[in-house]
């Protein structure tokens, strides 16, 4: 999903340099050389560049995104990913910031929660400045999921996933979901509703076992999407998973939650009024991720 991130970004064409870095042996080089031969077709500037291991390559960055580890295959939990995934995911984020001091990392490697924590724990970088990618993935298949329901296009739905990164620590906010301002309940049943909260929750999980291994189109368009916020400094708001301190009534974990992304990277976190049951379902997220951090 790297390299499915790298490709949107440039399409998008609003950076200029994107260095892709793997540990495989040219890989990264060729998906790389790869893109750049897209460029003339798709019409974009950014120019792309793949090194295996060579963090030096990478110096200055203003935005690192973290993808290095194993996906899951069918039928396992992203936590089970953890053992694997931790050791990569701190010497990773170690080498890209000895070479670009002053970055923002955006951690996507799954599990996705514990690995936004680890890298805080790891670095002791300010929070603003390390994002953890999942809610507002969870977010566009949310979407795609009440359109489907609706029979209605896309940008006629709005809607939020918060909470962990999970099959079952999701939280869809159906209850805030709209179609062009009106609420969807006025348009789907109470079963409908829940048929679409559930959907969303396994969506990872269902195209794992559609395709073998984890997604990548909807992964790689949600980050270039806050990459872009980002260096851009668009102020837009994306459910992330945030070191809180007290928000939401939690501390010490890193769970998601909307927040604003701009240039400083997290620029405020929004606290909702959540609702006695929503409020429930946040503290037994919260304390699924717990859990999963007390692996580390
Ligand atoms: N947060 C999310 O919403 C989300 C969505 C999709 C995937 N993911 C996670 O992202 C990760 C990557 O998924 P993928 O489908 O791209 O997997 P992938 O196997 O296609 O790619 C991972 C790449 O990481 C590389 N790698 C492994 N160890 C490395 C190291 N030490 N240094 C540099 N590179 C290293 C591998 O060689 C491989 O090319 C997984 O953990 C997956 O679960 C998270």
């Not at 999701?170 to 805030?176: E, G, Q």
């Not at 929750?201 to 909807?218: D, E, P, Q």
């Amino acid at each position: 999903m790297g390299a499915s991130c790298a490709e949107y970004i440039a399409i998008k064409d609003f950076a200029s340099e994107v260095v892709l870095l793997d540990i495989r042996e040219g890989f990264a080089e060729g998906k790389a050389m790869d893109l750049m031969q897209t460029a003339s077709l798709n019409g974009f500037d950014t120019k792309i560049t793949g090194v295996t291991n060579e963090y030096s390559k990478t110096a200055n960055s203003d935005v690192c995104v973290i993808t290095s580890g194993i996906p899951r295959k069918p039928g396992m939990t992203r936590e089970e990913l953890i053992g694997i995934n931790a050791g990569i995911v701190k010497s990773v984020t170690s080498s890209l910031i000895e070479h670009s001091p002053n970055t923002i990392l955006i951690v996507v490697s799954n599990p996705m929660d514990t690995m936004a924590y680890l890298t805080h724990q790891s670095t002791n970088l300010p929070k603003n400045r390390i994002i953890g990618m999942g809610g507002a993935l969870d977010s566009a298949r949310f979407k795609y999921r009440l359109a489907e329901a609706l029979d209605a296009p896309i940008s006629d739905v709005d809607g939020m996933v918060i909470g962990m990164h999970s099959d079952t620590g999701m939280i869809p906010l159906t209850r805030l979901a709209t179609r062009n301002s009106v609420p969807v309940s006025a348009f789907l049943s109470s079963d409908r509703l829940e048929q679409v909260k559930e959907d969303t929750k396994v969506g990872g999980a269902t195209l794992t076992k559609l395709l073998g291994t984890s997604a990548w189109y909807a992964p790689g368009a949600t980050v270039s999407a806050m990459v872009q916020a980002i260096a851009c400094d668009q102020k837009k708001m994306f459910p992330c998973s945030v070191l809180l301190d007290g928000e939401y009534g939690l501390k010490d974990l890193c769970i998601g939650v909307p927040v604003i992304l701009g240039r400083n990277g997290i620029e405020r976190i929004v606290e909702l009024e959540l609702t006695d049951a929503e409020k429930t379902n946040m503290l037994e997220s919260a304390e699924a991720i717990r859990n999963v951090n007390s692996l580390l």
